[in-house]
T-cell receptor, first 114, second 116 residues
Framework: AQSVTQLDSQVPVFEEAPVELRCNYSSSVSVYLFWYVQYPNQGLQLLLKYLSGSTLVESINGFEAEFNKSQTSFHLRKPSVHISDTAEYFCAVSESTGGFKTIFGAGTRLFVKA | GAVVSQHPSWVICKSGTSVKIECRSLDFQATTMFWYRQFPKQSLMLMATSNEGSKATYEQGVEKDKFLINHASLTLSTLTVTSAHPEDSSFYIC????????????FGSGTRLTVV
């Protein structure tokens, strides 16, 4: 079975600073990897995903994540954050065979300060 | 793109009553649907996996008789919280997948259940 570990429960950062939210996974088979963002009292929004191909994936709002198979990681980065990026970020993994259920990490609270 | 619609977005019910939450795939046939629960300030926990036309598979610790899941068609799955109690108050969210798993990462907008 797959599992996901988000190493930081909270990440405070100043506006316009870079940020990295860490995510490691484990699985015995190949996986799909995702980052979701959740704003207060809202549902999940898909931020970006890795299914196959290029290991570097980007979102439309400046986030990027790199799939590193050897380190079993899928860290999320942004070179310059905004106040509006304050939210909960979830890393998730879905096995690419047999069921496709998605398992979520515990979440990382990104808090951007002015 | 794939769209999953969840209804209602929020519901308040009295303790002891039952509540039904619907999850619909709008533009694809959902062979499999997943139901999650999220407690405040916590992650999403998978409750059960439902396959169209068969019984749902529940995760360990989830009460089958408490959380009834029906997946009678390829576009609709329902979660019924029976005899709800305040401790059932939570955010419930579904996701749907076709038989290739291609849409398995599309989630509904969630349902906020408050039991009073």
């Amino acid at each position: 079975a797959q599992s996901v570990t988000q190493l930081d429960s909270q990440v405070p950062v100043f506006e316009e600073a870079p940020v990295e939210l860490r995510c490691n996974y484990s699985s015995s088979v190949s996986v799909y990897l995702f980052w979701y963002v959740q704003y207060p009292n809202q549902g999940l929004q898909l931020l970006l995903k890795y299914l196959s191909g290029s290991t570097l994936v980007e979102s439309i709002n400046g986030f990027e994540a790199e799939f590193n198979k050897s380190q079993t990681s899928f860290h999320l980065r942004k070179p310059s954050v905004h106040i509006s990026d304050t939210a909960e970020y979830f890393c998730a993994v879905s096995e690419s065979t047999g069921g496709f259920k998605t398992i979520f990490g515990a979440g990382t609270r990104l808090f951007v300060k002015a | 793109g794939a769209v999953v619609s969840q209804h209602p977005s929020w519901v308040i019910c009295k303790s002891g009553t039952s509540v039904k939450i619907e999850c619909r795939s709008l533009d694809f046939q959902a062979t499999t649907m997943f139901w999650y629960r999220q407690f405040p300030k916590q992650s999403l926990m998978l409750m059960a996996t439902s396959n169209e036309g068969s019984k749902a598979t529940y995760e360990q610790g989830v009460e089958k008789d408490k959380f009834l899941i029906n997946h009678a068609s390829l576009t609709l799955s329902t979660l019924t919280v029976t005899s709800a109690h305040p401790e059932d108050s939570s955010f419930y969210i579904c996701s749907a997948s076709d038989d290739r798993g291609y849409y398995g990462y599309t989630f509904g907008s969630g349902t906020r259940l408050t039991v009073v």
